[in-house]
């Protein structure tokens, strides 16, 4: 199963505040622990909202608003995916994620659909989907 960790903006993240040496070494050892357990496939952290943009959608009209975004608790600052056997198990990853704001801060775990999940989806869209997942190096699913 794979579940996507994302990091809630804080204050400091949105200012655009660097991270210490010290939080750079204690997240680059946890980052090491997820690559040795075999769990981690990606994982980035975000520039703030003002570097950024939201498209919105109406139809067949797209208005783009340019950052910065002004609800910070909704924002994301980074993310990592993981690759493990159960939400628990996800869950007990993120408990050891260094608390580098020192404050306040939330992180988010949510699981990703996968094309097996559409038990109902044409083979014909499996297969391709297999076929985009492969050329990026992502396992396939079921077909």
Sequence with gaps: MRFMVIVKATEASEAGTEATEQELVDMLAFN???VKAGVLLAGEGLYPSSRGARVFFDGDERTVVDGPFTETKELIA???LLDVKSLEECVEWVKRVPNTSGGHSQIEVRQVIESEDFANAPQELVDRENELRAQQGY???RG
Excluded: M, Q, V
Aim: hydrophobic share 35%; charged share 20%.
């Design 139 to 141: 396992p396939t699913t």
């Design 32 to 34: 090491e622990e997820l």
């Design 78 to 80: 980074g993310f990592w």
